[in-house]
Structures are given as structure tokens and as C-alpha cells.
């Protein structure tokens, strides 16, 4: 079996804060083979299709203000178990929930402006993978 996929975003906040050189340097650390990377600015409408499933939560048109306020950096992550093993490196969602020592204990500073996310289940993370990089973007 391959190893499993991942899609990662550094979100708006971890750019503006200089923080994209650090956060990539713990993925690697923690063995993850990146095999695309590129930033891009979303338009508030990408922001909406990319958190499509959200749409019904009160929080969705802060947190698609949000994702489209500056540029974000995507990138597709390699490593056995790369889908939970990234959930861990990142910590839960609140960063006052996050284990010590997590990228969202160390760096976000609410709920919303918490640095990365990580998709959930192999399904999204190919689906959103599609979303950000073509076949041939993904580097073998
Ligand atoms: P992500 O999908 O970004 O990796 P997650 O899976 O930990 O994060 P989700 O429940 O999928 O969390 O929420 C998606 C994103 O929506 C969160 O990362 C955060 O930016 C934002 N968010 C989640 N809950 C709230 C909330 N209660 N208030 C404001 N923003 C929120
Ligand atoms: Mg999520």
C-alpha cells in the first residue's frame, strides 16, 4: 500500500504571522514528504466551495472572510496514517484545547484563526486535494 495523503493549508494567519518556514519545518520533521506546495489567494467564493460543509454553521461567513482575507499556502503531505498523524501534529481545533507542544497550542490565537487545517478522512483530503492541485502538480 502507498502511503496515505493528506491536504494541508496554511491558513491566512500563519502567513501573516512569518510563520509558513516554521510550521514546514515541524511537517518535515514529523516525516511528512510534501508532494505539492504553492500559495494562493481565495476569493470569497472559493473560500465557500472549499468549506462547503460548514455552510450551516454560524461561524461560515466569518470563517470564509477569513480564509480569503490574504494569501494561504495548500500543500498535499505524504506519510503512513498521514490524515491522523497531521491532526495530531496540528492539536484540536480550539487552540485552548490543544496538546502542548501542538502547531494550534503554540501559534493560533482563537477558534477561528487557528494556523492550518487538516482534512478529516481520506475522502476530503482527496477531494480537496483536487480542489488546489492538478494530477500533475503532485510531485512523485
Ligand atoms: P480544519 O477543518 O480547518 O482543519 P478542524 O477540522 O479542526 O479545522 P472544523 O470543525 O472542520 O475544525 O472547522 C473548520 C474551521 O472553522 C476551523 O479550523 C476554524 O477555523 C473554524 N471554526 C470551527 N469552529 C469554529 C467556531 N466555533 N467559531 C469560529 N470558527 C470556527
Ligand atoms: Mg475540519
Not at 502507498?2 to 511537517?27: F, M, N, S, W, Y
Not at 494556523?115 to 502538480?137: L, Q, T, Y
Amino acid at each position: 500500500m502507498p502511503p496515505q495523503r493528506t491536504l494541508a493549508i496554511l491558513k491566512p494567519d500563519c502567513v501573516h504571522q512569518h510563520l509558513i518556514g516554521e510550521v514546514l519545518r515541524r511537517i518535515q520533521e514529523a516525516d511528512f514528504t510534501i508532494r505539492a506546495l504553492r500559495m494562493v489567494r481565495l476569493s470569497k467564493a472559493e473560500a465557500e466551495t472549499f468549506y462547503a460543509v460548514h455552510r450551516e454553521r454560524p461561524f461560515f461567513d466569518e470563517l470564509t472572510d477569513f480564509m480569503s482575507s490574504g494569501p494561504c499556502v495548500p500543500a498535499v503531505l505524504e506519510k503512513e496514517n498521514a490524515i491522523v498523524d497531521f491532526r495530531s501534529l496540528i492539536g484540536a481545533t480550539d487552540p485552548n484545547e490543544a496538546e502542548d507542544g501542538t502547531v494550534r497550542a503554540d501559534f493560533a490565537s482563537s477558534v477561528q484563526e487557528n494556523i492550518v487545517h487538516g482534512a478529516d478522512s481520506p475522502e476530503n483530503a482527496e477531494r480537496e486535494a483536487a480542489f488546489f492541485f492538478s494530477e500533475r502538480e503532485l510531485v512523485s
